[in-house]
């Protein structure tokens, strides 16, 4: 089981701010994360070109294994802070 | 001092904790919320933060911009939920020597929070609301 955690408008999108998800075998990445998501949410497959990931809290790429009990993020690019 | 908070910024205490009696000069960066954007007339903003991982980006931040410039000291505080206009969302305090340093270090420190630190923003306009998304918002 992993827990994957969204923010912004991806959270609008998915209508939820966390989202459980079994772990399928050994070596799973977070791209077949996101593309299990992306299943049960299909308009997520069109941020995927711009999305940021992180996986317990650190950036990360996509082809990273991910393990049971990982936190995997998927967001926007940030706009923090002022000007 | 590293912190997301989600009432209002107390600026003095962001400088007191970036003081040093080593140091010659502070320089602070007051970010505020204004009450335009996009040729509309803004009426408040949310800030969402990805908490954990925002104060450890900002305290890797914090770290490679003392590194960087020699710094004396440096704390940065950014607030998160519903802001009204002239509120401040982020509130940067940092000393140094003298004034060339710390001039410089507070430019790369907002610059690299507006960049690495996951979080977001939503304007909201008098006819409705737009998630901020990506640099240069």
Redesign the interface.
Same mark, same amino acid.
């Given at each position: 089981m992993v827990k994957v955690v969204l923010f912004a408008s991806l959270k609008d999108l998915v209508g939820r701010s966390e989202v459980e998800l079994d772990l399928a075998e050994e070596g799973t990445t977070v791209r077949d994360v996101f593309n299990t998501l992306g299943k049960q949410c299909p308009e997520l497959k069109r941020y995927e070109s711009i999305l940021l990931i992180a996986v317990n809290q650190e950036y990360t790429e996509w082809e990273q294994t991910v393990t049971s009990g990982d936190e995997i993020a998927f967001f926007p690019p940030v706009s923090g802070g002022g000007s | 001092m590293i912190r997301i908070v989600e009432g209002p910024i107390d600026r003095n205490a962001v400088i007191e904790e970036a003081s040093s009696s080593k140091a010659g000069a502070i320089v602070t960066?007051?970010?505020?919320?204004?009450d335009h954007a996009r040729g509309k007339k803004v009426t408040h903003l949310y800030? =969402?933060?990805?908490s =954990?991982?925002?104060e450890?980006e900002m305290a890797r931040i914090r770290e490679e911009t003392i590194k960087r410039w020699s710094l004396e000291g440096m704390a940065m505080v950014?607030r998160t939920g519903r802001l009204e206009i002239g509120d401040?969302?982020?509130f940067i305090a940092i000393s140094s020597s003298h004034r060339t340093e710390a001039f410089e270090a507070c430019r790369f420190a907002?610059d690299s929070?507006?960049?690495?630190?996951?979080?977001?923003?939503?304007e909201h306009y008098e006819d409705g609301e737009i998630?901020?998304?990506?640099?240069g918002?």
């Amino acid at each position: 089981m992993v827990k994957v955690v969204l923010f912004a408008s991806l959270k609008d999108l998915v209508g939820r701010s966390e989202v459980e998800l079994d772990l399928a075998e050994e070596g799973t990445t977070v791209r077949d994360v996101f593309n299990t998501l992306g299943k049960q949410c299909p308009e997520l497959k069109r941020y995927e070109s711009i999305l940021l990931i992180a996986v317990n809290q650190e950036y990360t790429e996509w082809e990273q294994t991910v393990t049971s009990g990982d936190e995997i993020a998927f967001f926007p690019p940030v706009s923090g802070g002022g000007s | 001092m590293i912190r997301i908070v989600e009432g209002p910024i107390d600026r003095n205490a962001v400088i007191e904790e970036a003081s040093s009696s080593k140091a010659g000069a502070i320089v602070t960066f007051d970010g505020v919320v204004r009450d335009h954007a996009r040729g509309k007339k803004v009426t408040h903003l949310y800030y =969402e933060a990805y908490s =954990e991982m925002a104060e450890k980006e900002m305290a890797r931040i914090r770290e490679e911009t003392i590194k960087r410039w020699s710094l004396e000291g440096m704390a940065m505080v950014h607030r998160t939920g519903r802001l009204e206009i002239g509120d401040s969302s982020v509130f940067i305090a940092i000393s140094s020597s003298h004034r060339t340093e710390a001039f410089e270090a507070c430019r790369f420190a907002i610059d690299s929070l507006k960049t690495s630190v996951p979080i977001w923003k939503k304007e909201h306009y008098e006819d409705g609301e737009i998630w901020i998304e990506g640099y240069g918002a």
